[in-house]
C-alpha cells in the first residue's frame, strides 16, 4: 500500500480557504523610508484624493510609466494623467512593505486602500529614480488583492 501524503493536500486545502477567510491570509508589516521617498507616497496620496491627474503625473520621470488595473500602459506625463484622469477623488493610503535604494534608484512595495480602513485593497511596486536631487516614480503598477475569476459562462440557451 502507498503511503498518503497529507502535506501537498492540505496545502491545497488552505489556499482555497484563505480568500473565504481574508483573517487567515498573511499580513505584512509597514516599514518606514527616508523622507524623500516617503514624500512621493504622501504626495501621490494627496493628489489621489484631491482627483489631481496632473499633479499625480508630475510625481513621475518624463519617461514614466504608469500600469493601472483595467488599462493600457501609460508613458509619459500627459498619458499618465490622461490614465488617471477621473480615477481618484477618494482618500487613500499608501503603505511601504519593502524598500531598497542603490544609486540614484530605488524600489517601494507596498499596499494601498481607502483611508480609515483596515485591510490592504491592493499592492504597488513603484520604481524611482532621483533627477536632480529629487525622487521620482519611473514606473507605477499597482493591482487588487481579489484574483480575477474565469470569465462569466455563457447564458444558457432557452430549451424549446
Known sequence: MRPIHLAP???????????AFPALAQTLP??????????VLRDY??????????ALASLFTEDGMALPSGQQPARGKDSIARAYAGGGAMPTYLRVLDYRASGDMAYVVGGYGPAGQPDDVGKFVLVLRQVDGR????????NANRRMGPPPRPAAKPAG
Not at 9 to 19: G, H, K, R, T, V
Not at 31 to 38: A, M, Q, T
Not at 135 to 142: G, Q
Request: net charge negative; no cysteine.
Open 30 to 39: 509597514s516599514i518606514s523610508v527616508p523622507p524623500g521617498i516617503d514624500r
Open 135 to 142: 525622487w521620482l516614480i519611473a514606473a507605477d503598477i499597482e
Open 9 to 19: 493536500l492540505l496545502a491545497a486545502a488552505l489556499a482555497a480557504l484563505l480568500p
Open 45 to 54: 496620496e494627496k493628489a489621489w484624493a484631491a482627483n489631481d491627474a496632473t
